[in-house]
């Protein structure tokens, strides 16, 4: 069993920053990339950013320019540092590793794993 744990989530103001964290626990597998993703109020999940195992990275538009992300595939950590933050990057960001090649867990087959998401509030 994987376990992925986010924090660093909360209430920040217009302009502000976060830095979010994510750590890995139990049954560790080779990872092949971290990702970031979140899930605004009313609106269906959206990826943010991957970090490859290589070390590339990838940014959605809406935030290529503030959020940085950055991880350490042998320990599978990763951080989303976000700056200039906007109300409308308010939402539940959750962690997501992607494995080199599926695991079988009990009866179902798993390609990644994801965390339990920490809220970021953007507000005045």
């Known amino acids: 069993q994987v376990q992925l744990v986010e924090s660093g989530g909360g209430l920040v103001q217009p302009g502000g920053s976060l830095r979010l964290s994510c750590a890995a626990s139990g049954t560790i597998f080779r990872g092949n990339a971290m990702r970031w993703y979140r899930q605004a109020p009313g609106k269906q999940r959206e990826w943010v950013a991957t970090?490859?195992?290589?070390?590339?990275?990838n940014y959605a538009d809406s935030v290529k320019g503030r959020f940085t992300i950055s991880g350490d595939m042998a320990t599978k950590t990763a951080y989303l540092q976000m700056n200039s933050l906007k109300p409308e990057d308010t939402a539940v960001y959750y962690c997501?590793?992607?494995?080199?090649?599926?695991?079988?867990?009990?009866?179902?087959?798993?390609?990644?794993?994801w965390g339990q998401g920490t809220q970021v509030t953007v507000s005045s």
């Open positions: 997501n590793l992607l494995l080199q090649r599926a695991v079988l867990v009990g009866s179902t087959l798993k390609y990644d794993f």
């Open positions: 970090i490859a195992s290589g070390g590339s990275t």
